[in-house]
């Protein structure tokens, strides 16, 4: 069978996390992996948008599509461009949106929705679907019948199944896109997922409902099959805690240092995991660690507790000083409030300045879907528009005029103390056209006037009326709570 696995796009040009990361879409990647008796293709249309010549060249039997929230509207683009060129190709969607909302994928273009992680799905659709089947026995698909009526299967969590199963991602099948995929100043990246899920629940995050509750680690010796696999200098370990099981870490850090891999790695870890184990950092920087993406969250106590991040301001502290001593460059993640004031601004970037944190990023406290705050906090939602849900909109009501906080949001994007970035240039992490690159993203983050576009309220967004189903559902069920 011929598989066309398709990563949509969605970015607004020259603006937004696209200017500091653009990962490989490792999902299809690993699903292409698994398919091996087939002919698979992935194309990227955040890089190349020839869906049509694709279409023609390849002929595919099944197109698969994937979906963040803000890649909602492009994705169903994509499923009506297919069928519209064809009938006969199957279409099946599937990622993070269409599992925590199916009902907006509910429609004529799809014939069936992946629920969940999609190795336990996609192969036994298309083991059917070859041998001419019924697709009543798939497990976590929702699926057209002929009536046209969609019909739920069973939900497999696949709770058993060990990480070390999953196929090698085919990297292969992306090596036309690799110099376009980046992390940071890094280019070309590859991304490696050691683990899944997270057993924390902050309340801004999806993560833990996606994989419903449960955390899962591939073993240290099939870490390091990935890792002989990458054929880029540097590899973006993109767990949500890559440094939540310190036995592993540490055996996978003796793994490449007796291999003797000449590589470069950054991650993304909780504070509290680094200030538990400052020795794991220490020995991960002789690794060949340089940067450490953190969600460090807020600059007070209370908003550390108003997201129910679980850690404290001082274990933030400790953890921005082990990773300063080690000379570890600091990507700093904060959660902006929109019910913040003037001196809560404030606050945030006197910190962001005396803990001299080089790289930041900013984002609007936003109840996504299928998160806690979605549902406590539904019925302040301003649109329905999932474009909006960039986190970089206050899609819930401002306690500043929204213009107002705008500016303040945007201000905290104004690095003016350049000392930091001349440390990082002396000490060889950072090269003169590094500091001028990251100059220009902060400078295009810091223009106020950017964010008012997709603004719910001053900007040009879809009504409510244009609601997608989820949101109506989502709608029908706040109303009967409400009763």
């Known amino acids: 069978m011929r598989i066309l696995l398709i990563q949509p796009d969605y970015q607004i040009a020259g603006f937004g996390f696209r200017l500091a990361a653009m990962p490989e879409p490792l999902h299809l990647e690993v699903l292409a992996g698994g398919l091996p008796d087939h002919d698979v293709r992935i194309l990227d249309m955040r890089i190349e948008a020839n869906l049509m010549s694709m279409l023609e060249e390849f002929q595919p039997h099944l197109v ?35 599992t925590l909302m199916p009902e907006d994928f509910q429609i004529p273009q799809a014939d069936a929705i992946a629920i969940g ?105 099939r870490v390091m099959e990935e890792i002989r696999a990458v054929n880029t200098k540097h590899i973006t370990f993109v767990d949500d805690n890559f440094l939540m099981n310190h036995r592993r870490e540490n055996e996978i850090a003796d793994l490449i240092r007796s291999e003797g891999l000449d590589l470069s790695f950054s991650m993304e870890a909780r504070s509290d995991s680094i200030v538990r184990h400052p020795e794991l950092v220490e020995k991960w920087v002789g690794t060949g660690l340089y940067a450490m993406l953190m969600g460090l969250e807020g600059a007070t106590e209370e908003a550390l507790a108003n997201v129910n991040k679980g850690t404290k301001l001082e274990t933030n502290d400790e953890a921005i000083r082990i990773l300063k001593a080690n000379g570890v460059i600091i990507w700093g993640a904060f959660i902006v409030d929109p019910m913040w004031s003037v001196d809560e601004f404030k606050k945030l970037d006197e910190y962001v300045h005396r803990m001299e944190i080089t790289h930041t990023q900013f984002t609007v406290l936003t109840p996504l879907v299928g998160t806690q705050l979605y549902r406590e906090r539904f019925n302040e939602l301003l649109t329905y528009d999932y474009t909006c849900y960039d986190t970089l909109h206050a899609v819930t009501p401002t306690k500043l005029p929204r213009t107002e906080f705008y500016k303040h949001f945007a201000n905290l994007y104004k690095q003016t103390d350049l000392g930091p970035y001349y440390d990082l240039v002396r000490a060889g992490k950072l090269s003169i056209e590094d500091c001028r690159r990251g100059k220009r993203m902060l400078d295009a983050m810091s223009h106020w006037e950017y964010y008012l576009d997709k603004d719910p309220v001053l900007g040009t967004v879809r009504s409510k009326s244009e609601a997608l189903p989820g949101a109506l559902a989502a709608y029908q069920r706040s109303a009967r709570a409400a009763q």
């Open 117 to 221: 992680e999609g190795e336990l799905v996609l192969p036994a659709l298309i083991e059917a679907l070859s041998d001419e089947r019924s697709l009543a026995q798939v497990p976590n698909l929702i699926w057209r019948n002929r009536d046209g009526r969609f019909v739920r299967n069973i939900r497999d969590v696949g709770a058993e199944r060990s990480m070390d199963s999953l196929p090698l991602p085919r990297r292969d099948l992306v090596s036309q896109y690799r110099e376009d995929y980046f992390f940071l100043f890094d280019k070309p990246d590859s991304s490696v997922a050691a683990s899944r899920g997270c057993p924390f629940k902050c309340n801004f995050c999806s993560v833990h409902e996606f994989y419903g509750g449960r955390t899962r680690q591939m073993s240290a010796t």
């Open 64 to 98: 698969g599509v994937t979906a963040l929230t803000t890649e909602v509207y492009t994705a169903r683009d994509v499923l009506l461009a297919v069928k519209n060129y064809s009938e006969e190709i199957f279409t099946v969607v599937g990622g993070h949106h269409c």
